[in-house]
């Protein structure tokens, strides 16, 4: 089952970082891109093939993987014989990634449309290449064919970013931080679809959670897998930087592998 990563967007409200790279090349953690940290999550459920849908400053991404495998090997360059390359130990991944490029503006709908020819005829896997969680894939992939619907999307409970205030008649009675309990449930990624899923986008002007979300909805195929374990998305800078300590801290909920 190939994975497909939406990676094309132009990550406006991380300008800090994407006026630079795209956003899911900034990195989190490791020295490693939030990228390649959803990559791991999949490549320890056994899933190895990835298609990313590339768009803003995509050669950034192509370039970042082009190298990988040297970056990643212990080498020996041999100027003596002829500029000679000894690779000694490798430790790059078992992955095998296409890096497409689906359009600089295209909407999200429109991406997956795109790489429809290296999908193929069969489920796929799919998220956004900017956010992590601990999702069990392979019970996530259980669940969705078990329910026998064309597309299963990963629902899960955020954080809230503002405090909120207790009121009882008109007076506030207490400040406190916003939980998970005060929250509904959203669109998390990690999604399980059926090929037949890209016949409900029209063209790149499509958003995949508007009208082929909603008319999945509206049809009865569209299930819900409640994840109620550690999600976060890197929609700013502040996300970025709480990513990163949980990282150097050690306490990275999504690191499984």
Same mark, same amino acid.
């Given at each position: 089952?190939?994975?497909?990563?939406? +990676?094309?967007?132009?990550?406006?409200?991380?300008?800090? =970082?994407?006026?630079?790279?795209?956003?899911?090349?900034?990195?989190?953690?490791?020295?490693?891109?939030?990228?390649?940290?959803? *990559?791991?999550?999949?490549?320890?459920?056994?899933?190895?093939?990835?298609?990313?849908? +590339?768009?803003?400053?995509?050669? $950034?991404?192509?370039?970042?993987?082009s190298d990988y495998f040297l970056y990643?090997?212990?080498?020996?360059?041999?100027?003596?014989?002829?500029?000679?390359?000894?690779?000694?130990?490798?430790?790059?991944?078992?992955?095998?990634?296409?890096?497409?490029?689906?359009?600089?503006?295209?909407?999200?709908?429109?991406?997956?449309?795109?790489?429809?020819?290296?999908?193929?005829?069969?489920?796929?896997?799919?998220?956004?290449?900017?956010?992590?969680?601990?999702?069990?894939?392979?019970?996530?992939?259980?669940?969705?064919?078990?329910?026998?619907? !064309? +597309?299963?999307?990963? $629902?899960? !409970?955020?954080?809230?970013?503002?405090?909120?205030?207790?009121?009882?008649?008109? *007076?506030?009675?207490?400040?406190?931080?916003?939980?998970?309990?005060?929250?509904?449930?959203?669109?998390?990624?990690?999604?399980?679809? =059926?090929?037949?899923?890209?016949?409900?986008?029209?063209?790149?002007?499509?958003?995949?959670?508007?009208?082929?979300?909603?008319?999945?909805?509206?049809?009865?195929?569209?299930?819900?897998?409640?994840?109620?374990?550690?999600?976060?998305?890197?929609?700013?800078?502040?996300?970025?930087?709480?990513?990163?300590?949980?990282?150097?801290?050690?306490? $990275?909920?999504?690191?499984?592998?």
């Amino acid at each position: 089952m190939k994975v497909v990563i939406l +990676a094309g967007g132009y990550g406006t409200r991380i300008s800090e =970082e994407s006026q630079f790279l795209p956003k899911p090349m900034i990195e989190i953690g490791g020295g490693k891109p939030i990228l390649w940290h959803i *990559m791991k999550l999949y490549s320890f459920y056994g899933f190895n093939e990835f298609i990313i849908c +590339a768009g803003y400053k995509q050669e $950034a991404i192509k370039k970042w993987f082009s190298d990988y495998f040297l970056y990643n090997s212990d080498v020996t360059f041999d100027f003596t014989s002829g500029d000679k390359m000894i690779v000694h130990t490798e430790h790059a991944e078992p992955w095998k990634v296409s890096v497409i490029d689906t359009g600089l503006d295209t909407m999200t709908g429109g991406r997956l449309k795109r790489v429809k020819e290296y999908i193929g005829d069969e489920p796929f896997l799919m998220t956004y290449g900017d956010g992590v969680a601990d999702v069990n894939i392979n019970e996530l992939v259980n669940f969705h064919k078990q329910s026998k619907h !064309l +597309a299963t999307l990963s $629902a899960v !409970l955020p954080e809230g970013r503002f405090g909120v205030m207790d009121i009882e008649n008109h *007076m506030i009675k207490s400040f406190r931080e916003k939980s998970k309990d005060d929250m509904g449930w959203i669109n998390g990624g990690f999604m399980v679809l =059926e090929p037949q899923v890209l016949d409900y986008i029209e063209g790149d002007h499509i958003m995949f959670e508007r009208e082929p979300l909603e008319q999945l909805a509206k049809m009865g195929e569209l299930m819900c897998y409640k994840h109620r374990g550690f999600w976060q998305c890197m929609d700013t800078l502040k996300d970025k930087q709480k990513l990163e300590k949980m990282w150097e801290e050690k306490k $990275a909920p999504w690191k499984v592998w």
